[in-house]
């Protein structure tokens, strides 16, 4: 059920004349599509950065905190662009990605990926700062900093994969897949 | 212009790196772009930590000395993983790449931002940053900006051509 309502939704996005507009512009579709790229190295460049300080592989005598705190605008800056650029990426093809498995995961691991964020902050305010000059952040942030590499690993490889049509609806899938994927018999 | 003759991309799709690339998508692209892009995400975020440290707009409290080191660091880690992992792609369609605008336009750049961070930066920031000019200091901090982001957008615009 929940399948044919995004197919609809996809649908109806796909025939606005915006959503055509985008597609079909050589330039337009190309250079947003390298914009959602490059503030790769903005957001994720940061959280990289604030994640390995954490586990005490780069800048021991800098304050943690104080690290994350600085470049978290930086960060937030690069995860805006990327956000609008990757709404617009969707609506230029709402059908052919709301029907991309990779897609559908890079969903799901964003949203792990921010609940992770949200529990990291939450932690690191909770702990004091009393570890902050430490080499090593305490071990439960250091999970949620490896942890947050890891996912976002994924996500940028499923978000590359969706370039990728091997497990599109037009092929032969199986059962599984094709729902996992969001077909709907015609 | 060609910076190498066309035998050398039918050669490179002849090795065994191109074999594996060509013939196997999936690895292709998990091994080759995946860890192209998180390596872009890594060399990024160092290149821009310090520059925009030089710039004065992140991390003031910090020496500038201090930032600088470290983001080279993970700069060179970086700069190794996202060449091996371009060199195991342009192996699969090289002889595609030598025709291809955007690839030797991402050459030059690439090029260019390697020469620009061990012959001009590192030499230039290796001292006491409180005895280089301000403003050279932003200025090496704008170039290294705009020389890094100009290799990333020809390498996407590989694709596109």
């Given at each position: 059920?929940i399948?044919e ?10 025939a606005t004349?915006g959503s055509?507009a985008?597609?079909q512009?050589?330039?337009l579709?190309n250079?947003?599509e390298t914009?959602h790229?490059?503030t790769v190295m903005?957001?994720?460049?940061m959280l ?5 300080r954490m586990?005490g ?6 304050s943690?905190v104080k ?12 995860f805006?662009v990327?956000f ?11 059908v ?7 897609f559908?995961i890079k969903?799901?691991?964003l949203?792990i990926a ?8 939450r932690?690191?305010?909770a702990?004091?700062?009393?570890w ?5 952040a305490?071990?439960n942030l250091?999970?949620g ?7 976002w ?8 994969l969706?370039a990728?049509d ?6 032969e ?10 077909c709907v018999?015609? | ?7 050398f991309f039918?050669w ?6 191109g074999?594996i ?8 692209a998990t091994?080759?772009q ?5 390596s872009?995400a890594l060399l ?6 310090a520059d925009?440290?030089l710039?004065g707009?992140?991390?003031?409290d910090?020496p ?7 983001a080279h660091k993970?700069?060179?880690?970086a700069?190794i993983a996202?060449v091996a ?5 342009a192996?699969?369609?090289a002889q ?6 955007a690839?030797?336009a991402k ?8 020469l620009f961070v ?8 290796k001292?006491d940053?409180?005895q280089?000019?301000?403003?050279v ?6 170039a290294?900006i705009l020389?890094w982001?100009t290799?990333?957008a020809?390498g996407?615009?590989?694709g596109?051509?």
């Amino acid at each position: 059920m929940i399948n044919e309502w995004l197919l609809q939704f996809a649908e109806w996005l796909y025939a606005t004349s915006g959503s055509r507009a985008i597609e079909q512009s050589y330039y337009l579709y190309n250079w947003i599509e390298t914009t959602h790229v490059l503030t790769v190295m903005v957001s994720l460049g940061m959280l990289i950065f604030i994640d390995l300080r954490m586990l005490g592989l780069a800048m021991p005598n800098v304050s943690a905190v104080k690290l994350a705190n600085r470049l978290n605008l930086v960060m937030m800056i690069g995860f805006a662009v990327m956000f609008i650029t990757g709404l617009l990426l969707f609506y230029a093809k709402p059908v052919y990605t709301t029907q991309s498995i990779w897609f559908r995961i890079k969903f799901l691991l964003l949203i792990i990926a921010f609940i992770n964020a949200v529990l990291f902050h939450r932690r690191m305010l909770a702990s004091g700062a009393s570890w902050e000059f430490d080499a090593k952040a305490p071990r439960n942030l250091q999970l949620g900093a490896a942890f947050s590499l890891v996912l976002w690993i994924g996500v940028v490889t499923t978000g590359r994969l969706i370039a990728y049509d091997w497990y599109q609806c037009y092929r032969e899938l199986p059962q599984w897949l094709s729902v996992a994927a969001g077909c709907v018999a015609p | 212009m060609e910076l190498l003759p066309l035998s050398f991309f039918e050669w490179a799709e002849t090795t065994y790196l191109g074999y594996i690339g060509k013939t196997y998508g999936g690895v292709y692209a998990t091994l080759g772009q995946s860890i192209h892009l998180m390596s872009l995400a890594l060399l990024g975020g160092t290149v821009l930590v310090a520059d925009l440290r030089l710039l004065g707009v992140v991390l003031r409290d910090v020496p500038s000395e201090v930032v600088t080191e470290q983001a080279h660091k993970w700069f060179r880690i970086a700069l190794i993983a996202i060449v091996a992992s371009g060199v195991f792609m342009a192996a699969a369609i090289a002889q595609k790449l030598f025709y291809n605008a955007a690839y030797w336009a991402k050459m030059y750049a690439l090029i260019a931002g390697v020469l620009f961070v061990f012959a001009v930066k590192r030499p230039l920031l290796k001292g006491d940053h409180s005895q280089i000019n301000p403003w050279v200091l932003r200025i090496v901090a704008i170039a290294s900006i705009l020389v890094w982001f100009t290799v990333a957008a020809t390498g996407r615009w590989i694709g596109f051509s």
